[in-house]
Structure formats: structure tokens, C-alpha cells
């Protein structure tokens, strides 16, 4: 069946412009994570949605972050105002359940100039 | 505040060798354990995953263990390959939750 899947792959933006990136879970996956890898770092988690629960936003890095799931599947993360350092790559997993075998989709490139 | 250290950070070995990964965490009130693979450029693929209640797991060439008390997980891969060449990570539910936190990774090259 069709894995995580990610769009775009890359994106390039200009500094101070909004952006969205879009992922799309497993299907029938409850669980969707938002990661982001920075140059040479680990992975940093950004927010957990798991079914209709309130989603576990403790690991956005400011107010400029923002991220929404849509009828329980589709989830969209949009950086506003976007800074150099934003530039990573952002990664979107999904589970069957919270603790359950995370599947990875290939990450957006994004690159603010 | 659940922390995770992977020892080496780097690690290079000629083909056929066994070989050991580390990975500890601080907090050991976690779900389960997992470990990943990334190749240079992608995203990550999913190894092994062992469960709180569970001590190792098994997948071809590769048996990952947990030592919960200790704050312990180690990565064995037998008769490694070039293939294997990879960025391996481990990643535990943090605290009583289900976000995942990530090692910074140990860097395997796989020598012919």
C-alpha cells in the first residue's frame, strides 16, 4: 500500500514569506508526527496529532508555527514569516496508534533565501 | 526531560564485521523504543521497534535490545555489508508520552 507522502519535495522562499507544507499519513493511520532536521542535527519533534485529541504542540519552536490535521488524516504545517533559520528538512510520520511503528514519508527540502 | 545519546557518533568498519550500537536515555518510563535507518538525503526507514515490556527484537542480520532500568538499548548487526552504510538512529517516547525523542544518530560506513 502507499506510504507517508510529502509535498513538495523542495521548496525555496524568500525570507519573511509564508509557506505550507502538506503531508499525507498512512491511511488509517491515527497517529501523525511533524519533525524537523536541521544541517548535521538530529531530529527535532515539532507537534503530535493522535485521533480527535488536542494536539501535543510542545515542540514548536515559535508562534510563527502552526500545524492542522484535517478530518483526521491529511495535515498541513505553515511557517509564517519564514526565517533563514528555518531552513531543514521537514519530516512527517504516522503510526496506527501514539506509541506504535513510525512510518516516515521523504521529508521537504525547504530553503529560505 | 527525556534526553538521548548515541555512542559512536561515528563508526567505520570492513565488510563482515559484527557490530554494536549504543543508544541511552534518561528517563526510563518510556512506551517503546525504536530504531531507524537514514540513507544521505532521505528520510528514515523503520528497523526494529521493541516494546517497554519487551527485552530485544529480531530482523534478519539485525537484533536491537532494551534494558529499560538501565536507560539502555543496543543495535547488533552481524556480518555487515556495504549496504548497511547508513546514519542509524534511535528514538523513545518521551516521558509518559507518545512524542518521540531522537538520538543525534551514529554514522556506519560499511568498508568493502
Known amino acids: 500500500g502507499a506510504g507517508v507522502s510529502q509535498s513538495p519535495s523542495n521548496k525555496v522562499t524568500e525570507k519573511g514569506k509564508d509557506v505550507e507544507l502538506r503531508c499525507d499519513p498512512i491511511s488509517g493511520h491515527t497517529a501523525l508526527y511533524w519533525y524537523r532536521q536541521s544541517l548535521g542535527q538530529g531530529l527535532e519533534f515539532l507537534i503530535y496529532?493522535?485521533?480527535?485529541?488536542?494536539?501535543?504542540k510542545s515542540g514548536l519552536p515559535s508562534d510563527r508555527f502552526s500545524a492542522e490535521r484535517t478530518g483526521g488524516s491529511v495535515s498541513t504545517l505553515t511557517i509564517q514569516r519564514t526565517q533563514q533559520e528555518d531552513s531543514a528538512v521537514y519530516l512527517c510520520?504516522?503510526?496506527?496508534?501514539?506509541?506504535?511503528?513510525?512510518?516516515f514519508g521523504p521529508g521537504t527540502r525547504l530553503t529560505v533565501t | 526531560k527525556q534526553e538521548v545519546t548515541q555512542i559512536p557518533a561515528a563508526l567505520s568498519v570492513p565488510e563482515g564485521e559484527n557490530l554494536v550500537l549504543n543508544c541511552s536515555f534518561t528517563d526510563s518510563a518510556i512506551y517503546n523504543l525504536q530504531w531507524f535507518r537514514q540513507d544521505p538525503g532521505k528520510g528514515l526507514t523503520s528497523l526494529l521497534l521493541i516494546q517497554s515490556s519487551q527485552r530485544e527484537q529480531t530482523s534478519g542480520r539485525l537484533n536491537a535490545s532494551l534494558d529499560k532500568s538501565s536507560g539502555r538499548s543496543t543495535l547488533y548487526i552481524a556480518a555487515s555489508q556495504p549496504g548497511d552504510s547508513a546514519t542509524y538512529l534511535c528514538a523513545v517516547t518521551a516521558s509518559g508520552t507518545y512524542k518521540y525523542i531522537f538520538g543525534t544518530g551514529t554514522r556506519l560506513k560499511v568498508l568493502a
Open positions: 496529532f493522535q485521533g480527535n485529541s488536542a494536539p501535543d
Open positions: 510520520a504516522s503510526s496506527s496508534d501514539g506509541p506504535a511503528e513510525q512510518y
